[in-house]
């Protein structure tokens, strides 16, 4: 019996290793990604404040070109860590201030989705004046598709009440 668990487990071994490489590989594909992000961003946020300079109070753009370094030293970082230790110093992280972990989990995600609505390009704004026959306030026209009456006044039916127009 011991001997039918062993072979199981080495062939779940011979399974598993395979997709954990491949799993690491991606890791440190994103990873390489991520810090090229954080380098286009910190170019562009030493652009900006290049281009402002004139238009800021004096130690402004100063402060800036800091923030700027901060972004290009946390990709240099990400870049020379492996995962492995990136995963054990952000665990550590949060299991020392869970807080601040939360925190900048939810700025992150904030974030994220601000960028990827941003790069999905431009959408269709929904007008619900043109979707819907009820159109709140309107003269005329129907109300939940019920033609106006000659009572209402041309004033959609159910609108009516204190302050509304007879």
């Not at 990604?33 to 004096?58: F, Q, S, W």
């Not at 994220?112 to 959408?123: I, M």
Request: net charge negative.
């Amino acid at each position: 019996m011991s001997s039918t668990g062993e072979t199981l487990k080495e062939q779940a071994t011979q399974v598993a290793e395979p997709a954990k490489e491949r799993a690491r590989q991606l890791a440190e594909e994103q990873k390489a990604a991520g810090a090229d992000r954080l380098d286009a961003v910190a170019r562009a946020v030493h652009e900006a404040a290049d281009k402002l300079e004139g238009n800021l109070p004096p130690r402004a753009a100063g402060y800036i070109h800091e923030a700027a370094g901060g972004i290009e030293r946390a990709s240099s970082a990400i870049r020379e860590r492996s995962i492995d230790d990136i995963v054990h110093t952000v665990s550590n992280f949060a299991r020392e201030q869970p807080a601040a972990f939360f925190g900048g989990a939810v700025l992150a995600g904030f974030a994220l989705s601000r960028f990827l609505k941003s790069s999905a390009g431009p959408t269709e704004r929904r007008s619900t004046t043109t979707e819907s026959p009820y159109e709140p306030g309107a003269v005329g026209g129907t109300a939940y598709g019920i033609p106006s009456s000659s009572e209402a006044s041309g004033v959609n039916p159910g609108m009516s009440g204190p302050g509304m127009p007879k």
